[in-house]
């Protein structure tokens, strides 16, 4: 019998979020002020939840590693944030961003949760507008939009190209307005590093205080992780240093089934590796290919003049070019979803037409609309006839700078290359991970009280994720479905509360006080004891790395069982070796940056061996999931929608022994097809 | 291609917390290529020192791409180092030479408590903004956000007093430690803005006081808060923000103690 009952409220699509919100258990005010609600993690999903659940009575706290909640790494987020608000009159609509989703996720996501996540998207844009977020805006005073990949509306709301920053200093802005009022309690430089449960159900977390080492207990009615993704399984990604999978991975050990680990979301657009000092990538916003067109030389003895450094970009004539995007995929063009870019990238330097010095970059260029496109247009409003090159390039160069400038910065602070002069070289990297805790409709893990929430969910977007979309679902699960799903559950809690009101040792009155949290405190000062204890010779980031270049080669853009396979073996010898080898430098009781990660790292190597499972099994290939050997001809991912057509929740049975459930996905409005760009 | 050639000492302050003295310790890092960013640069001397068995340089980090604020460092004299409109975490070491001596010190600032070596405490911004830094709409209560159309000029000018990352570097380079460019920077945003009318007042009176309650020095307008800001924050917001003190001190009632309650 499967243990996943996804509880899909009955009724037609479109009907299912407003009648069940409309049912949902409301519980009274003078109860709300009686239920603690816990909050991990202060991103976009963390700080809007814990801002709206204090705002509506609860008593919350909040729980974040950096020094600042406003620090989570959804401030990093640069392009934009969709919505099917339709203000560009171009026949956007709520089921078309459905449809997007569901397609962009190569039908691998749930229907409700995602016609949800499009219902709810507009009311976002009217909360972050409502705290004062500045979004673009055109001259007559409304707010703008761009396009992003996977679709051909423009529904993208944008601050240029710093909108997570925006969007999270909005809703920092509200949690820290709670924190004024009192009704949150904020911790800082806190790390979850264990769930406290009692017969099976959350009641609490432990936390690290990274700067006393303290372990401290807390108690919660519920226990919402918002955590975001595990991309540093990798090692080098776009992710922050400290963005990890602890929290996550703990509550799979407390058994919150993990879902679809092996969707891994590889960015088409981030600046190539430039050797092995290199400690994460940079990204470069997608909206960047509304104006840049990709390309490769179209023959060899060109791509290997310029990796030698004979020739430029610019000595090759247009028709040397191959703009390999535009010419596989005539419709979507240089905007199809990240992980058709990414791959056709990879095909592009596999085969030898790679550009850098590694032979691991492709140009992406914006010459031609900023001369052929703004320059011209500038120059039409100015009224000059004839306008010289240097014209067009820099009336165009102007527009593409209020676009882009702070990129184009950072791209030149990076590499040292100016890219309104040569194009910018890039190449695909670990971005996003759709998987995560598997979730039902309320959002409720499979432990009884533990919610997920944000990217360390795996809810909405299938295999693949449409950019602008990670933003949207933060804040759609913090703002707007938490607030009522939650309901269902602490209305059961105040149930209880009551029934066991005169019970001497009830969880209310106990608290911290109950032997399930001195045990979980024992335990989790046994693991740093372990860790502190095994005097090595090499540091965390020597075996970070290790399982970074495994995962990399034979877990990322492409994958084949024989690879699978062995990457799981080699991940288990550097497990091994970690365990007998590791040298944490410092002590348990102060601020110790080398033994935080020797925690985060531990868990990555069980988390990245499981990746490598559910690659393994899934015999298919799906959005950024990609086995060799399941291509079309064309060398597009070839899907089985008979035997795979499912969720793969993993529960973790202990000692490295994993059970796989199946949550088998139902399309009833949508009609499965052949994910086509073409 | 990992490894380059320039060779470096460092000159990094050390202190063990908050309660203990620290000092100036000398390092030589070797092989140090010139696209290494600074922060990988440490990490190349962290990973020594973890192999002589000796205790890290602690220093905070996260995003490592320019945005997320946590990154600080007084990199010979200047916050983030030479080279402007960067933050510490953008700054390569190509701005350095082979042989040079690089002085390291914390942000140094009586509201800004030394945590370990280079790591400070910033929780006083996250105090000031609890104090007014927002504007008081609980979810669930905004009407369709193109019914209230913001001139892009306006908005434009919000945005660049928005960009701020809170990261201090304006306190680090102020002779009086003041916080008033990123007092200022958020005050400007929600002024310059329709939804941000009915607090105006209020809010300026109430972050101008908490900031004062967390130590922070006076303004005397030598624009090195500008000069240094990674995020270009223009000195007008200081400007922007005295105006909108003096009327509300002018016109406003008591200030109150706790504000923005519903």
């Known amino acids: ?678 | 291609m990992s490894s380059g050639n320039m060779n470096l000492t460092l000159k990094i302050w050390r202190q063990k917390n908050v309660s203990t003295a620290g000092k100036m310790v000398s390092y030589q890092v070797t092989d140090i290529s010139p696209d290494m960013s600074f922060l990988e640069m440490l990490d190349v001397l962290n990973e020594q020192l973890i192999q002589k068995n000796e205790e890290p340089i602690a220093f905070d980090h996260d995003c490592r791409e320019g945005i997320c604020g946590m990154c600080s460092l007084y990199i010979n004299g200047r916050p983030h180092g030479p080279g402007s409109g960067i933050t510490t975490c953008q700054l390569h070491m190509r701005s350095f030479k082979d042989g040079d001596t690089i002085i390291i010190e914390p942000w140094r600032a009586k509201a800004f408590p030394v945590i370990k070596d280079l790591v400070v405490d910033r929780s006083a911004f996250d105090r000031i903004i609890a104090k007014g830094g927002f504007i008081s709409v609980n979810t669930g209560s905004a009407q369709d956000a193109n019914n209230l159309p913001i001139p892009k000029h306006d908005a434009d000018e919000a945005f660049n007093s928005a960009a701020c990352i809170g990261c201090g570097a304006c306190v680090a380079a102020c002779v009086n430690s003041s916080a008033m460019l990123f007092v200022s920077a958020k005050v400007s945003q929600l002024s310059l803005l329709p939804q941000g009318q009915p607090e105006r007042k209020q809010r300026a009176l109430d972050m101008v006081h908490q900031m004062d309650v967390e130590g922070f020095g006076s303004c005397s307008n030598t624009g090195a808060c500008e000069a240094e800001c990674p995020k270009g924050i223009s000195i007008e917001n200081i400007a922007r923000l005295n105006r909108e003190y003096l009327i509300a001190s002018l016109t406003e009632k008591e200030p109150k103690k706790g504000s923005g309650d519903n």
């Open chain 1, 1 to 678: 019998m499967s243990k996943l009952d996804s509880k899909i409220p009955d009724g037609a699509l479109e009907q299912k979020w407003t009648s069940y919100r409309s049912t949902v258990p409301l519980v009274n005010p003078a109860n709300k002020r009686n239920l603690e609600i816990l909050v991990v993690g202060s991103g976009l999903a963390g700080s809007s939840v814990a801002a709206t659940l204090a705002e509506m009575g609860y008593k919350v706290k909040v729980f974040c590693f950096q020094d600042s909640a406003r620090r989570a790494h959804s401030i990093a987020a640069q392009g934009g944030i969709n919505a099917a608000k339709n203000y560009q009159n171009d026949g956007d609509s709520v089921y078309r961003l459905f449809y997007d989703t569901i397609k962009g996720g190569d039908y691998r996501s749930r229907e409700a949760n995602v016609y949800r996540l499009a219902e709810v998207s507009g009311n976002i844009i009217d909360q972050c507008v409502a705290q004062g977020v500045p979004l673009a805006r055109e001259y007559g005073g409304l707010l703008s939009n761009r396009s992003f990949g996977g679709t051909q509306v423009q529904r993208t709301f944008y601050a240029a190209g710093q909108t997570g920053q925006q969007l999270l200093l909005g809703a920092y802005s509200a949690l820290q307005r709670q924190v004024g009022l009192g009704s949150i309690q904020m911790y800082t430089r806190h790390e979850m590093l264990e769930l406290v449960t009692i017969d099976g159900v959350a009641r609490g977390i432990i936390a690290r205080n990274l700067i006393t080492g303290e372990l401290e207990k807390h108690f919660g009615h519920a226990v919402l992780l918002c955590t975001g993704g595990y991309g540093n399984v990798f090692f080098l990604s776009t992710n922050a240093m400290g963005s990890n999978a602890t929290a996550a991975w703990k509550a799979n050990k407390k058994g919150a089934f993990f879902a679809n680990p092996c969707y891994t979301q590889i960015h088409p657009t981030c600046i190539p590796v430039s050797g092995d000092h290199q400690s994460k990538l940079t990204l470069m916003s997608e909206s960047l290919r509304n104006d840049g067109r990709i390309w490769v030389p179209k023959k060899k003895e060109d791509a290997e003049a310029i990796r030698a450094g004979k020739k430029k970009a610019r000595d090759l004539a247009e028709d040397d070019r191959d703009y390999y995007l535009e010419r596989r995929y005539p419709a979507f063009g240089n905007l199809v979803p990240r992980d058709v870019a990414s791959r056709a990238a990879k095909e592009r330097c596999d085969a030898g037409f790679g550009v850098n010095a590694t032979g691991q970059a492709v140009f992406l260029d914006f010459q031609y609309n900023m001369k052929e496109k703004y320059g011209r247009s500038e120059a039409k409003k100015l009224d000059i006839a004839n306008p010289t090159d240097a014209q067009l390039k820099e009336l165009g160069k102007n527009v593409i700078k209020e676009k882009y400038g702070n990129l184009f910065d950072m791209y030149k602070q990076i590499t040292g290359v100016d890219p309104y002069e040569e194009p910018m070289q890039i190449y695909p990297a670990v971005h996003y991970t759709m998987g995560g805790l598997w979730v039902d409709y309320n959002l409720m893990t499979t432990v009884p009280g533990l919610y997920s929430l944000g990217e360390a969910n795996f809810s909405d977007h299938g295999a693949n994720r449409l950019g602008a979309s990670a933003l949207m679902q933060g804040l759609a699960d913090g703002y707007f479905i938490i607030p009522y799903t939650i309901g269902a559950y602490l209305n059961t809690e105040v149930s209880r509360m009551s029934a066991e009101k005169a019970k001497a040792d009830s969880i209310d009155k106990l608290k911290t006080q109950h032997p399930a949290f001195d045990e979980a405190l024992k335990n989790t000062q046994a693991h740093i004891d372990k860790l502190l204890s095994i005097n090595g010779t090499k540091s965390v980031d020597h075996f970070h790395k290790k399982l970074g270049k495994v995962m990399w080669e034979k877990c990322g853009m492409a994958r084949n069982a024989n690879g699978l396979k062995e990457a799981i073996e080699e991940i288990r010898a550097i497990r091994e070796e970690f365990w007998k080898d590791l040298r944490v430098t410092g002590t348990a009781n102060e601020y110790n940056p080398e033994l935080e990660k020797a925690g985060r790292v531990a868990d990555f190597l069980e988390l990245g061996e499981l990746m490598c499972m559910d690659a393994l099994q899934r015999n298919e290939s799906c959005g950024g999931h990609f086995r060799e050997e399941y291509q079309t001809s064309e060398g597009e991912a070839q899907r089985d929608d008979a035997n795979y057509s499912y969720v793969a929740a993993w529960e973790n049975k202990g000692n490295g022994q994993f059970e796989l459930h199946k949550e088998i996905l139902e399309f009833k409005a949508i009609k499965v097809a052949q994910r086509s760009y073409k």
